[in-house]
Structure formats: C-alpha cells, structure tokens
C-alpha cells in the first residue's frame, strides 16, 4: 500500500523569504501523480499544484514550484515571495494511476501547519 | 463556474442516529469522492463514485455509506452514529478518473455527535 509521509508539523516563515515543505512517499508504481493541497480556516482545500511522475520537469505555478526526486521517493513544495494568504495546513497527496483498481483515491500525508510572519 | 458545494456546513446530531451529507459537484464532473478529516487519523478516503458506481471503498465500517444520482451528485450516509464519527466530512469533484486531474473540493460539512 501506498504511504505519505510530511515529517514538518509545523513550519514558519518571514514575509517575502522562501521556505520549503517536505514530502516523502512509499509505492512500488512507476506512474502516479503527487499533488499539494492547501487549506486555510475556511476548510476548503485548494490544489496548488500537480506533477505527474512519468514527467522529469519539475511542476511551478507562479510563486510555488516542486522539487521531484523519483528515485528518492521525495515531492517537496517551495514557497517563493511568502505571503500572509500563504498562512495555511499544506497537505501532500498522492494518487495512483491505476484507475481501474485505485480509482481517484487521493492518499494525504498528515499535513504541515505554516505560519507567516509579517 | 460554480464550485463543489456541500450541504450543510455545520450538524450536530445524537449517538445513534443517522445523518445524511449532500455534495453537488462543479458541472461536467462525475466523479465524486467522499473523505473523513479528523485531528487524530487526518484525511482519511471514504468511497468515490462515477456514473452512479462505487469505484472504490475505503476502510470504514458499514455504517457508512453513499450514492451517486444521475445528475452526478452525491449524498453520504452514516447510521448508528459514534461519538467518533465527530469530523469534517470533505467532498471532491473531478473530470474522470484517468484524466490525471487534481480534484476540487468543497468545503465540508462539520459533524458533532454527541
């Protein structure tokens, strides 16, 4: 079975520096997807972004991109420019491409708490 | 382009009753899946549903369970409710299973019992 691992409960970062989240992953697939998810108080979680295993190119989207190391089973997000809206829990989350087995299950790490200082 | 929504935000309801949660997914999705987020065990999947089927199950007991309409939306079920059932019961859309598409998700419906 699939795991996900955040192994930073909580993490805190200066307005407008960059910080770093991290997300280690156990499968035995070669093809999956990995995405982070972010939920504010309001409880909606909102995707950030995506990257699909079978791709080398890391995924960025404007000021969050990801650092993908296959071999190492790692999916890390980086925060450019922090601010105050980035104030959040962040949830790695993976999915097996095995649709016919797997579904859409999504499968979460158990989340990283980040706070941003002003 | 209206979002997941889910109905109602907030119940509170009694051991050993049941509840029903309704989830109508962005239109053109049909894929709906059901996860239960608690402090203790985090986001946990529940079942997902495509075109009126069950697709897949996670590790909950009987007492809950789910549908699928043809209008795709979706509604929970829970009976004989536990004190443990107490979470924030999470709905997500997506185009279908396969696409590689990140789901959308609602914003949850918060369950007390108590």
């Known amino acids: 079975a699939q795991t996900v691992t955040q192994s930073q409960p909580e993490m805190s970062v200066q307005e407008a520096e960059t910080v770093t989240l991290s997300c280690t992953y156990d499968t035995s697939e070669s093809d999956y997807y990995l995405f982070w998810y972010k939920q504010p108080p309001s409880r909606q979680m909102i995707l950030v972004i995506r990257q699909e295993a079978y791709k080398q190119q890391n995924a960025t989207e404007n000021r969050f991109s990801v650092n993908f190391q296959k071999a190492a089973k790692s999916f890390s997000l980086k925060i450019s420019d922090s601010q105050l809206g980035d104030a959040a829990m962040y949830f790695c989350a993976y999915r097996s491409s095995d649709i016919y087995n797997q579904g859409g299950k999504l499968i979460f790490g158990q989340g990283t708490e980040l706070s941003v200082k002003p | 382009k209206a979002g997941v929504t889910q109905t109602p935000r907030y119940l509170i309801k009694t051991r050993g009753q049941q509840v029903t949660l309704s989830c109508s997914p962005i239109?053109?999705?049909?894929?709906v899946s059901w996860y239960q987020q608690t402090p203790g065990q985090g986001l946990q999947f529940l079942f997902e549903?495509?075109?009126?089927?069950?697709?897949n199950k996670g590790n909950f007991p009987g007492r809950f369970s789910g549908r699928q309409f043809s209008n795709s939306r979706s509604e929970m079920n829970v009976s004989t409710l536990e004190l443990g059932d107490s979470a924030l019961y999470l709905c997500?859309?997506?185009?279908?299973?396969?696409?590689?598409?990140?789901?959308?998700f609602g914003s949850g419906t918060r369950l007390t019992v108590v």
């Open positions: 997500a859309s997506s185009l279908p299973p396969g696409t590689g598409y990140g789901y959308t």
């Open positions: 239109s053109g999705h049909r894929s």
């Open positions: 549903y495509f075109s009126e089927t069950q697709r």
